[in-house]
């Protein structure tokens, strides 16, 4: 039964190995072939920074509803067809897609983690922390 759960344990590790490597690859591969950069304008009517779930509607709203000139400014990378998946959104976490905040030190928190400090998972990515939620969808009863 140990040799089962050992081999279960390498096989789910080279599986988490292959997920790091192949999101590092989108990361760079998006810098590197990007060919926005080229086509700025001197000017724009707005700026949008991160293209987030706020910023793409705010960026979809302008170029649907009005003539406005905008730039969308976003730090992370492009997504890939592979990694749409919404199972895969928890697996974003830590990785180089999420910022990687975390918590100062808590005093009377975060006791299963190191150095008492939690994370604080946030896309770095084109979608945000969008691609990394769990697509919990919430109403709120109005009476
Ligand atoms: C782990 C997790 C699970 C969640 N689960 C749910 C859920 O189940 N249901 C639900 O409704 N909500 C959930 N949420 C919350 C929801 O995803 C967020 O509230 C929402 O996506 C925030 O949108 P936003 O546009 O404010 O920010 P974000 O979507 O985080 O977008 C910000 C964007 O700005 C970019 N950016 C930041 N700084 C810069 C900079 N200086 N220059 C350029 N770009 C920059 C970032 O890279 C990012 O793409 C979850 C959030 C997380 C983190």
């Not at 730090?75 to 918590?103: C, K, M, N």
Request: charged letters at 15%; aromatic letters at 16%.
């Amino acid at each position: 039964m140990l040799t089962l759960y050992c081999f279960q344990f390498f096989i789910f590790s080279i599986c988490v190995h292959i997920f790091t490597v192949f999101t590092y690859l989108v990361y760079y591969s998006d810098f590197m072939s990007t060919k926005y950069f080229q086509e700025i304008q001197p000017e724009y009517d707005y700026i949008i920074v991160g293209s987030g779930t706020a910023g793409s509607i705010i960026a979809h709203r302008l170029a649907t509803e009005t003539n406005y000139t905008f730039i969308v400014v976003e730090a992370g990378s492009r997504s890939h067809a592979f990694l749409e998946a919404p199972v895969l959104g928890p697996f974003f976490h830590g990785s180089i897609l999420d910022w990687q905040y975390e918590t100062v030190p808590q005093e009377h928190a975060c006791f299963a983690m190191k150095n008492n400090k939690c994370k604080l998972a946030q896309g770095k990515i084109i979608g945000g922390s969008s691609k990394l939620n769990n697509m919990i969808h919430i109403r709120d009863a109005v009476a």
